[in-house]
């Protein structure tokens, strides 16, 4: 098996390429659905954005305030994105791959969404972020950067704007004991490189239980950088009551996953517009 493949640990060793339920293609039914939920939440006044926060330690510049999605390369700082760019473009020289960090910023969330505990909008966020398989860590407004502050530096102190009470910095992410404080609501994942890579790689021979070397051959890719965003959108929506469990994200997702027929017509799909655009 390639050394990438979840093999060990899943209750389908014999899923062929290009990885079944693991595959990084799969983004494709997430990125529909969430797509969906971010019209209905534009409706309400909520906008979900994201940008390519870093490359291969190349890190994007400025604040995210805005859509990157009609750009090209999703950044804030063009300049930034170019090299981007080039690192992608060396470690692809190199039969390398490289990862990266992702950052989602969710606009106009009412304050009041999540539930305490195990039902926080962290929670929920999380759980359908970590659907996709290449994503190992989330973060949320400060993150693991707060653990290196004092309270006095951490805290977000309250003040009054246009008459509603507000906060003067924005450390918590918009979020506060699993319930969206009325800030924008701020995380960021990181994606891990693409494990595809064309360089010789150790693994185990099935047949003779013996270690061996194994090169890929064909189109490679060189980081999963999916819209997050949309995952973000369900998230909101399913605390801010839009739409019905029964047609829910999740829901939806898993359908397509679990339901054979569903499942392998939307994989021959994919595998068919894969190998039209593979050099």
Not at 250 to 260: A, D, G, S
Request: aromatic share 8%.
């Amino acid at each position: 098996p390639f050394p990438f493949h979840p093999f060990l640990a899943s209750e389908y060793p014999k899923i062929e390429y290009p990885g079944g339920h693991f595959s990084g293609r799969l983004t494709a039914p997430l990125c529909i659905a969430g797509g969906i939920c971010m019209q209905l939440l534009a409706r309400e006044g909520i906008a979900v954005v994201s940008r390519i926060a870093s490359i291969a330690g190349v890190c994007d510049e400025g604040e995210l305030i805005s859509s990157t999605a009609d750009k090209e390369f999703p950044v804030v700082n063009d300049a930034c994105g170019e090299k981007m760019r080039a690192a992608i473009a060396q470690a692809r020289e190199e039969g390398d791959s490289v990862g990266g960090v992702i950052e989602c910023a969710v606009f106009g969330a009412p304050a009041g969404l999540g539930d305490p505990m195990f039902g926080g909008m962290e929670n929920r966020i999380a759980a359908i972020v970590f659907g996709i398989p290449a994503v190992k860590g989330v973060e949320f407004g400060e993150g693991f950067g707060a653990a290196r502050l004092r309270g006095s530096e951490n805290n977000d102190g309250f003040c009054v704007r246009d008459g509603k009470i507000s906060t003067l910095t924005n450390h918590c992410g918009g979020i506060l004991g699993g319930i969206t404080n009325g800030m924008p609501l701020r995380f960021r994942a990181a994606v891990k490189p693409t494990p595809s890579i064309f360089r010789p790689q150790r693994s185990v021979n099935l047949e003779t239980m013996e270690e061996t070397t194994l090169q890929i051959q064909g189109a490679q890719n060189m980081g999963h950088m999916a819209q997050f965003h949309a995952l973000a959108a369900d998230a909101v929506a399913d605390h801010h009551g839009i739409g019905h469990r029964r047609f829910s994200f999740q829901f939806c997702v898993q359908r397509i996953l679990y339901n054979h027929w569903l499942y392998y017509i939307f994989q021959l799909i994919i595998c068919q517009h894969y190998s039209q655009n593979s050099p």
